[in-house]
């Protein structure tokens, strides 16, 4: 066996390695759906690049497992190895290679960003900003449409802009194949052209704080018409101060405050279909708010409003400090916290009358 010659068998079973990886690479589902026009040309950027990598890495792993194999020690040689000083034509090989391999992708992948990122017509602005832990979507050229249910229409231009209140995001819809940092300071860009209707996740993809797993939302992509149907009764509820898309009553404006700040991100409250879990529970606050307030020397009312404008006052037993954004006095107007108060002490002080 040893006497036939073993480079032979190594290419050989590195022909069939790459074929057989090449066969798994293109077999295996990497991505969602391709809501997007440009997700088909990055799919294919990825196949690409997965293709181009398994011979590589099948070359490099079959020159080592060679080398392990028929460079070992045999029992009792006790010989240093033979003194190499180098050979400058294979140097001269492994670097050409490569080079060449990674200039022809780098430009193959320039000319792919430059078709996603070009500027076209009828382009629809939206403004995207992260906060711990929730999206909010504002349409500056519709009005000054502001939302957390961020609604495209399908084959038309978006462009995000997008911004963060606080730390780092990023901005990520798996099915578009977008994906940008929300950098503080900074406008970040990104232009997408949905082509799908449905429904999709829109992802926080940056490690941002404890509350960074529930800082998820989704995307509607619906057709034109009904895109217009929507943002105009967005419009008419901001001309009527927020108070006719919330039902018309202090109630329902609350509950829209509560999800637009992202308090649901970590809360838990039934009436507001919010189920986290970083925070206390908020189901119970009217009774506890008075239990702990009382302690305080302070009524219900002042206890709930101070927890929010200053978190760390009051930590409830069992929560860490410092977790809960101590900005909510600077993103909130007064009004806005006094109508939050009163629609949590409001909402939590019904259940437990019942
Ligand atoms: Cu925001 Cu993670």
């Known amino acids: ?62 020159v080592a497992l060679y080398s392990v194999y028929s460079f070992r020690v045999r029992p009792g040689d006790m010989r240093d190895g033979a ?54 979507f504002e349409y500056p050229d519709e009005g000054k449409v502001k939302t957390n249910q961020l609604v495209l229409p399908k084959d038309r231009p978006v462009h995000f802009r997008v911004n963060t209140k606080d730390v780092l ?49 989704t995307v509607r992509v619906v057709p034109a018409a009904e895109f217009d149907s929507w943002l105009s009764e967005q419009q008419q509820s901001e001309e009527d101060g927020g108070t006719a898309a919330a039902g018309g009553d202090e109630a329902a404006l609350g509950r829209q405050l509560f999800k637009d700040t992202g308090c649901e991100g970590c809360h838990t409250l039934a009436d507001a279909d919010a189920t ?28 709930v409003k101070t927890s929010i404008e200053d978190p760390n006052a009051f930590v409830v037993p069992g929560f860490p400090e410092n977790v809960m954004p101590a900005t909510y006095s600077d993103q909130l107007s007064p009004a806005e916290i006094d109508t939050l108060v009163e629609y949590l002490l409001g909402v939590s002080g019904e259940k437990s009358a019942r």
């Open 276 to 303: 986290g879990t970083t925070g206390p529970e908020l189901d119970d606050l009217a009774a506890q708010a008075a239990k702990y307030g009382k302690q305080e020397g302070l009524s219900p009312t002042e206890y």
């Open 83 to 136: 003194p190499i000083h180098g050979n400058t034509r294979l140097e001269i090989i492994w670097v050409t290679i490569p080079f060449i391999i990674v200039s022809i992708l780098a430009a193959y992948g320039w000319i792919v960003l430059d078709d996603i990122e070009a500027k076209k017509p009828n382009t629809l602005t939206v403004n995207v900003t992260g906060q711990q832990f929730a999206w909010s």
């Open 1 to 62: 066996m040893r006497s036939r010659n073993p480079l032979l068998g190594a290419i050989l079973l590195a022909l069939v390695a790459t074929a057989i990886g090449i066969v798994i690479v293109l077999a295996l589902d990497w991505f969602p759906s391709q809501g997007s026009t440009a997700a088909k040309d990055i799919d294919t950027l990825y196949d690409v690049l997965l293709v181009v990598s398994v011979p590589i890495f099948v070359l490099v792993m079959t």
């Open 169 to 217: 995001h990023d901005f990520w819809v798996p099915d578009f194949r977008l994906k940008t940092d929300a950098v503080p300071g900074l406008t970040t860009d990104i232009r997408v052209t949905p082509q799908r209707l449905g429904t999709y996740p829109v992802v926080c993809a940056e490690l941002c704080g404890i509350g960074h797993s529930t800082m998820r939302q």
